[in-house]
């Protein structure tokens, strides 16, 4: 890899990178990618959090993707997961849910299907 036709971004990537595997691959793929100055900077944040992240981490880095599938898969686009509280409070309750009908009803599918009972009705 001291080929001097190289990206000096992709040397820079590849010394971020977790998994400095198939690096011909990857050579490649960033060739194909054309990485633009606005994606380098996002690489570069995506990667910040990425490098952290439990699916990185997990079995010791067992399931970090090849650079190449990162690159290909634009995968510097993923969004950062969020932290899923104890009580999984990221999910809507649907009883809290606005229905013309409560109490009689407590989720939107039987609001859905009792509006349509109502419409046969009338």
Not at 70 to 86: F, K, L, M, N, T
Request: glycine residues 4%.
């Amino acid at each position: 890899m001291d080929d001097p036709t190289i990206d000096a971004r992709f040397l820079e990537f590849m010394t971020y990178y977790p998994r400095r595997e198939a690096k011909r691959d990857a050579l490649k793929a960033w060739g194909q990618a054309k990485i633009t100055d606005d994606e380098w900077v996002a690489i570069l944040a995506a990667l910040d959090w990425q490098v952290r992240s439990e699916q990185w981490q997990r079995d010791g880095g067992a399931f970090v993707p090849y650079p190449a599938t990162y690159i290909r898969g634009r995968r510097w686009e993923d969004e950062q997961p969020r932290p899923v509280s104890a009580g999984r409070r990221d999910i809507p309750n649907v009883n809290v849910w606005a229905c013309p009908h409560q109490p009689r009803h407590c989720s939107q599918w039987a609001c859905a299907r009792q509006s349509q009972l109502d419409e046969a009705a009338s």
